[in-house]
């Protein structure tokens, strides 16, 4: 069975600064995929970052990047520069199959 | 290129009656998928299609939920009769292939008193 936990249910940044989430996953697969998930109140789920587990190379997506560490099974997310439009649920997703296992979400909140 | 667009948007039913959900995926994208998304968690597969044929429907309660993928396009996920632990948020997502990262749509928020 696969599962993914994220022990941080609520955090808050100042904008500008820069916040990490945290994500820890558990699968017996040699081949999977991380993902992280961005929900804002319009209830989509729009994917921010990817990281094939194969590559050793840490994803990066302009302000997004994430610490991969394979070995312990670990998967944080680091938004630097925070902005106000970053405010939402993020969810951290793993998928070894055809589908993908969500954990259950850190709210991130933004201040000016 | 229009998203994956989903209604109702919200939907309030009373226990035991029926309700349906609308998908349509973005055009080309052969795999559709449907999860549920309970207050405080993240998503949960209810089934995948490819192209018309259910591949993964392990999750999907068959007592009551039916879904439908006629043509391989546009998609309908039934709950007949609604019961109150149904109350979630149904999104629909898809995908061209297999990469798991499908393009979600906003999802229905189900409401059932």
């Known amino acids: 069975a696969q599962t993914v936990t994220q022990s941080q249910p609520e955090m808050s940044v100042q904008e500008a600064e820069t916040v990490t989430l945290s994500c820890t996953y558990d699968?017996?697969?040699?081949?999977?995929?991380l993902f992280w998930y961005k929900q804002p109140p319009s209830r989509q789920m729009i994917l921010v970052i990817r990281?094939?587990?194969?590559?050793?190379q840490n994803a990066t997506e302009n302000r997004f990047s994430v610490n991969f560490q394979k070995a312990a099974k670990s998967f944080s997310l680091k938004i630097s520069d925070s902005q106000l439009g970053d405010t939402a649920m993020y969810f951290c997703?793993?998928?070894?199959?055809?589908?993908?296992?969500f954990g259950k979400g850190t709210s991130l909140l933004v201040t000016p | 290129e229009a998203g994956v667009v989903q209604s109702p948007r919200y939907k309030i039913i009373e226990k035991k009656q029926p309700v349906a959900f609308w998908c349509n995926p973005i055009?080309?994208?052969?795999?559709l998928y449907w999860y549920r998304q309970n207050l405080g968690q993240g998503p949960e597969l209810l089934i995948r299609?490819?192209?018309?044929?259910?591949?993964?429907d392990s999750q999907l309660p068959k007592d009551r939920f039916s879904a439908e993928r006629l043509k391989g396009v546009d998609s309908t996920l039934k709950i007949q009769p609604a019961e109150l632990g149904d109350s979630a948020v149904y999104l629909c997502?898809?995908?061209?292939?297999?990469?798991?990262?499908?393009?979600f749509g906003s999802g229905t928020r189900l409401t059932v008193v």
């Open positions: 997502a898809s995908s061209f292939g297999i990469t798991m990262a499908g393009t």
């Open positions: 699968t017996s697969e040699n081949n999977y995929y």
């Open positions: 299609y490819e192209n018309e044929e259910a591949v993964d």
């Open positions: 990281q094939e587990a194969y590559k050793q």
């Open positions: 055009s080309g994208h052969n795999t």
């Open positions: 997703a793993m998928g070894s199959g055809y589908a993908l296992n």
